[in-house]
């Protein structure tokens, strides 16, 4: 079974930084595709920013310049690097991944974490 663990949200003031980490678990012999989202209160989940297996990139509007993902295939593991961070950035982040090859020899979509709060306030 593969699971995909988020770390690094916090309270951080605006104009702050803050990395966010994603590591996928289980026996994985390549994932296609990384992202991260983000649900606020009374919002619907949007699409952050996803990076390919092959690091193309892919940015929100609202994050473009600001935020940075990267990712470690050896290690199954997805960031993002937050910068310049606004009020409005205050979210649960959620990291999804699709195309998981696993050790049974299926194809998984859609598998997410269980989501980090990121709180931007002074």
């Known amino acids: 079974q593969v699971q995909l663990v988020e770390s690094g949200g916090g309270l951080v003031q605006p104009g702050g930084s803050l990395r966010l980490s994603c590591v996928a678990s289980?026996?994985?012999?390549?994932?296609?595709?990384m992202g991260w989202y983000r649900q606020a209160p009374g919002k619907q989940r949007e699409l952050v920013a996803s990076i390919t297996n092959g690091g193309t990139t892919n940015y929100a509007d609202s994050v473009k310049g600001r935020f940075t993902i990267s990712r470690d295939n050896a290690e199954n593991t997805v960031y993002l690097q937050m910068n310049s961070l606004k009020p409005e950035d205050t979210s649960v982040y959620y990291c999804?991944?699709?195309?998981?090859?696993?050790?049974?020899?299926?194809?998984?979509?859609?598998?997410w974490g269980q989501g980090t709060q990121v709180t931007v306030s002074s």
């Open positions: 999804k991944a699709d195309g998981v090859r696993n050790s049974v020899l299926q194809y998984l979509n859609n598998v």
């Open positions: 289980g026996s994985i012999f390549s994932i296609n595709v």
